[in-house]
């Protein structure tokens, strides 16, 4: 099955620092690599993915790039703002038919932005 | 609107009690999940299903039984509680089809301690 390895598991910066998350997976099947936000207390949100036929996907401060051949993807947010301070996971799976639902998670990063 | 309900939030079981969290979904979604959550180790699939009447194993599944007799609800039961299941559990659901059946939406989780 998939596995998918996370780094840095806490990662602290500066507020308007750059912050750069790091995923690798192991399925050359896996054609779909989402971003999820935790903020304390709460369950998880989509904040960004990407598909395999995509290199690059970009949506306001945040972008995902994805490295077919190496197997890896990362997360990037730039101009962090204290309310980026959250636990993000990365995911991947193989898209469709019975995969629907089903997602194989990185072990989290703790994004903490100081003020 | 609400999206996914889980209930209780919190809930504190002696070993070898039993307890159902319940997840309820709003947005008639065909596919539900139940994922842990624990440190270090990301969310982990323990069971999911794709659509009313069928249910399947994910990757943790042991010590936890599931049902969907209908669209909206997805239980989860504890046989037998034991201190290795104590952790955070989150119920999730995806729609279906491209561009949909992958975005899971999560619900704000249940935390849950045996003793």
């Known amino acids: 099955g998939e596995n998918v390895e996370q780094h840095p598991s806490t990662l602290s910066v500066q507020e308007g620092d750059s912050a750069v998350i790091k995923c690798t997976y192991s399925d050359s099947a896996s054609n779909y690599f989402p971003w999820y936000k935790q903020e304390l207390g709460k369950g998880p949100q989509l904040i960004i993915d990407?598909?395999?036929?995509?290199g690059e996907k970009k949506d306001q401060r945040i972008a995902v790039t994805l490295n077919k051949t190496a197997k890896h993807f990362s997360l990037h947010i730039t101009e962090t703002q204290p309310e980026d301070s959250a636990v993000y996971f990365c995911?991947?799976?193989?898209?469709?038919?019975?995969?629907?639902?089903?997602?194989?998670f990185g072990q989290g990063t703790i994004l903490t932005v100081h003020p | 609107n609400a999206g996914v309900t889980q209930t209780p939030k919190f809930q504190v079981l002696k070993t070898g009690q039993s307890m159902t969290l319940q997840c309820a979904q709003d947005m008639n979604h065909e596919y539900m999940s139940w994922y842990r959550q624990d440190p270090g180790m990301g969310l982990r699939l323990i069971h999911y299903s794709v659509g009313a009447g069928i249910t399947d194993q994910g990757e943790v599944p042991n010590g936890y039984n599931v049902s969907r007799s209908t669209t909206e609800d997805f239980p989860l039961r504890l046989l037998s509680a034991a201190p290795s299941q104590t952790s955070v559990y989150f119920c999730a659901s995806a729609g279906t089809g491209y561009n949909t059946g992958e975005k899971l939406f999560f619900g704000s989780g249940t935390q849950l301690s045996v003793l």
């Open positions: 995911a991947a799976t193989n898209a469709g038919g019975t995969s629907y639902g089903k997602l194989t």
């Open positions: 990407i598909r395999s036929n995509v």
